[in-house]
């Protein structure tokens, strides 16, 4: 017998370990970019300690500082100019004739008006309680599909269709738990709404329906088919707050690499202006001073690389996850 059931959470469906997961996904993108930047200035320290010359000697003879504190200075510019096309780009999308605008203002109602009639009443505003509608509506249709069954002679049917229901209902449980007061913006809400497998769910109960297409009933089947349908409205639900999301992500990113950027060129010019091989002599902890400087100097002038890094390795985790729509399962979901 075929086995209709799935875990609960995308973790627990990805083939990758949990703390892996943890750093792509789960983890806050601020606190992550803090984890990146201790792991630099402690390996700039290591190396530095170990080195066999001493800071103060490599920048008597090189000055090699003020040449690589020069070098950050024009990659932070040039850096901020890729932030304002960033943010260009996610703005072009806003920016249109109002002939466009109407367009979207009716394919976008077209929708609401498919929802509305799935949920019985208006669609949501929350884009956390509408896809938890969405969920809790196919959760109400399974179970209805299922007292259709029930009378079946065939008891293949009834225990399977039993048994992809109950997983249907436990993952809806989980991903609706997850989705109830999650605010837009933060990561929770995505996360949820990954957490819900409807692609599986679709794909398991088309076989269902055709693996036992001439013991279903005209009633059994049409019962099965809207359940198929609610589960089909949620793909695109999804889809577009994930591309909200993606928009609200790629804002903050802009914003967050722009304040970095000012606080790492008054480092990088302070590195340049004032600092030489005279610079605070002594030592702290049996560590030159001035090595303790340059380590953090230039661990805060990366910070803003560090946090697009942060950023990019949860939108692209995301993005590989959900690029295929419908009964489509990919590995590792």
């Known amino acids: 017998m075929r086995d209709l059931t ?4 995308m973790r627990e469906r990805a083939a990758e370990n949990r703390y892996k997961l943890w750093v792509l996904l789960n983890a806050n993108r601020w606190l992550l970019t803090g984890m990146l930047a201790a792991g630099v200035f402690s390996l700039l320290m290591l ?37 304002v096309s960033i943010n260009q780009l996610v703005l072009s999308q806003e920016i249109g004739p109002l002939g466009s ?21 208006p669609s ?25 069954v029930q009378p079946s002679d065939d008891e293949d049917l009834r225990a399977q269709t039993a048994e992809y229901v109950d997983d249907l209902l436990e993952n809806a449980t989980v991903a609706g738990e997850g989705l109830a007061g999650a605010d837009f913006g933060s990561y929770d809400v995505m996360k949820s709404a990954l957490n819900y497998n ?10 269902l329906l055709a693996e036992h297409e001439e013991d279903l009933s005209a009633e059994q089947r049409e019962s099965g088919v ?21 928009q609200w992500s790629l804002v903050k990113l802009s914003q967050g690499i722009l304040y970095l950027a000012v606080l790492a060129l008054v480092v990088a010019g302070g ?24 380590a ?6 990366v910070l803003p690389f560090l946090l697009f890094v942060s950023y990019i390795l949860r939108l692209a985790t995301i993005a590989k996850r959900t690029s295929a729509m419908g009964p489509l399962v990919l590995r590792g979901d």
């Open 6 to 9: 799935t875990a609960n959470t």
């Open 47 to 83: 190396w530095g300690v170990s080195s066999s010359q001493s800071i103060r000697a490599v920048i008597a003879s090189e000055d090699w500082v003020k040449m690589t504190f020069q070098a950050l200075i024009g990659a932070l510019i040039t850096g901020t100019t890729l932030v």
């Open 101 to 121: 605008q109407r367009k979207r203002m009716d394919l976008a109602m077209d929708f609401y008006q498919n929802t509305d009639e799935l949920l019985d009443f």
């Open 124 to 148: 949501p505003a929350s884009p956390a309680l509408f896809l938890k509608e969405l969920i809790d509506a196919t959760s109400d249709r399974a179970q209805r599909f299922e007292q259709t």
């Open 198 to 207: 409807y692609d599986r769910k679709m794909y398991d109960l088309r076989w």
């Open 226 to 246: 809207r359940t198929l349908e609610a589960l089909a409205m949620y793909g695109p639900a999804r889809e577009y707050v994930k591309t909200l999301y993606f």
């Open 271 to 294: 590195m340049l202006l004032f600092v030489d091989e005279g610079t605070m002599i002594g030592s702290l902890f049996g560590v030159d001073n001035l090595l303790w400087i340059v």
């Open 296 to 301: 953090l100097a230039y661990t805060i002038c």
